[in-house]
């Protein structure tokens, strides 16, 4: 019963590579989220996809990239990273339905330097 | 735009005392509404939803009821445990169905003392 897995949990990287950060969901979900905590502000919604091949930004989109090729994956692409970019990073997946809760991943813990 | 707001924290506890976390909205429509707790160095696990005016959401001795004329859905629970120390989260999805897109309150850390 896995649900939402993210990988890796821990990342440090240097300013200007780039990354991905993976997101696997096994519940047929139709909606997949990215959203970036940091503390004092709660989460903020990066992107978020409401089925394969569909992608649309969020509230901080800047920096960031996603595709979504099948129904399971979201992964989320760093494309040249930035101090401001550390945060913890966490996935979601839900069904449609504005009833229905989100199911998180366990996250994955960024720092840049 | 939506909005959620929830008492800042920390608050700190004495095991078996009783814990309001108060929580407000703004939405247009009727939104659904949710409790998310985060325990240290894990994701967001849902702790109990409301989805009409009225209704009550409730588990793990924890409970929270919609009240639109008050726009609030305060989380309170009679008895805390030390094993209720956690980060506590308000959210809202709107009417329109855009569940992929929670607007989170900015969470309130409870800790719990033996």
Known sequence: NAGVTQTPKFQVLKTGQSMTLQCAQDMNHEYMSWYRQDPGMGLRLIHYSVGAGITDQGEVPNGYNVSRSTTEDFPLRLLSAAPSQTSVYFCASSSRGSNQPQHFGDGTRLSIL | GNSVT?????????????LTINCTYT????????WY??????????LLKATKADD????????????????????????VQVSDSAVYFCALSDSGGSNYK???GKGTLLTVNP
């Not at chain 2, 939405?27 to 949710?34: E, R």
């Not at chain 2, 707790?37 to 849902?46: A, C, D, H, S």
Request: glycine share 12%; charged share 20%; hydrophobic share 30%.
């Open chain 2, 37 to 46: 707790v985060q325990y240290p160095g894990e994701g967001l696990q849902l």
């Open chain 2, 6 to 18: 929830q008492m800042e924290g920390p608050v700190t506890l004495s095991e078996e005392a009783f």
């Open chain 2, 102 to 104: 929670l607007t989170f």
């Open chain 2, 27 to 34: 939405a247009t429509g009727y939104p659904s509404l949710f």
């Open chain 2, 56 to 79: 009550k959401g409730s588990n793990k001795g924890f409970e929270a009821t919609y009240r639109k004329e008050t726009t609030s859905f305060h989380l309170e629970k009679g008895s």
